[in-house]
């Protein structure tokens, strides 16, 4: 019999706790590591969609990119939606298991996954820890340079769809051949991307200050700007390979397809209301 505790010590080695930053909350957040396994869903978000895909599917297991329960809390209450969803998991003999910024760091991680989904192969991290392997970011290459009109849309068939889409700042016809990449909210790594000397770094959440003062300075790389749940999704299969490989044929695994990114609509405008502004 496999258990929910076999699964939680392979995605341990793989993702080892001790790569975590110090604020975060990574590992077991609710269920019994002696409860029996069969199924596990792997997605990025924790949340009502999420459980509620699980509990569908039979899962005995979801394990998430990102915690629940980031900061200290009193308690649990049902009529919270941490706490309903807590209370939701346990009624139903769920378990979720989160791995955070270990998972970010570890050698492979999420940014590999990033780079592998874009196509890029990857060379090391883009902000290395002591060891030289493990970090967050990564840099890779492309085969070949090609334009970064070309890139940008490379980027946007290699991730899901989401509202928001891809924003990407620079010029159309750049050369782009290394790259890096930054799962997750970005901003934090434009200094290290410019002075990596990348031609292109592609990351989320980027905000307007940092975006527009990067862009400004001289050999800055082009930026590619992704949905946060879009750039760390390709992680989930990574993890289920963890999970495949380390368990056997004894438990399916799945990717959520659910997408859990929050923005859920998108207007552009019409032509006349922007028509009179220039770059
Ligand atoms: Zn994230």
Redesign the pocket.
């Known amino acids: 019999m496999t258990t929910v505790g076999a699964a939680v010590a392979a995605l341990e080695r793989a993702y080892p706790p001790g790569l975590a930053e110090s604020w975060d909350a990574v590992g077991l957040v609710c269920g019994d590591p002696a409860d029996e396994l069969t199924r596990v869903l792997v997605c990025?978000d924790p949340t009502q969609s999420t459980v509620d895909e699980a509990v569908a599917n039979g899962a005995q297991l979801v394990v998430a990119?990102?915690p629940l329960l980031l900061k200290g809390v009193h308690g649990v209450p049902a009529d919270t939606p941490k706490g309903a969803l807590v209370h939701k998991m346990v009624r139903n003999g769920v378990a979720l298991f989160c791995a955070?910024t270990n998972a970010d760091s570890a050698d492979p991680g999420?940014s590999d996954a990033l780079a592998e989904a874009i196509g890029l192969t990857v060379t090391g991290p883009l902000n290395p820890n002591a060891d030289g392997k493990t970090g967050i970011g990564r840099i890779g290459e492309l085969s070949e340079a090609e334009p970064f009109a070309v890139f940008v849309e490379r980027v946007a068939e290699a991730l899901p769809y989401t509202e928001g889409g891809v924003r990407a700042a620079g010029d159309p016809n750049r050369p782009i051949k290394r790259v890096a990449v930054s799962?997750?909210?970005g901003d934090s790594y434009l200094t290290v991307a410019t002075e990596a000397g990348v031609d292109a770094f592609v990351t989320?959440d980027l905000r307007h200050h940092p975006a527009s003062e990067h862009t400004a300075l001289p050999g800055a790389p082009a930026l590619v700007d992704v949905a946060?749940?879009a750039?760390?999704w390709p992680w989930c299969g990574q993890a289920a390979a963890v999970l495949r490989a380390a368990l056997g044929g004894t438990v399916t695994v799945d990717v959520s397809i659910r997408r859990t990114d929050p923005w859920t609509a998108q207007a552009a405008g019409a032509p006349s209301r922007t028509g009179r502004f220039t770059g």
């Open positions: 990025v990119h990102h955070h999420v799962g997750g909210a989320a946060h749940w750039s760390e």
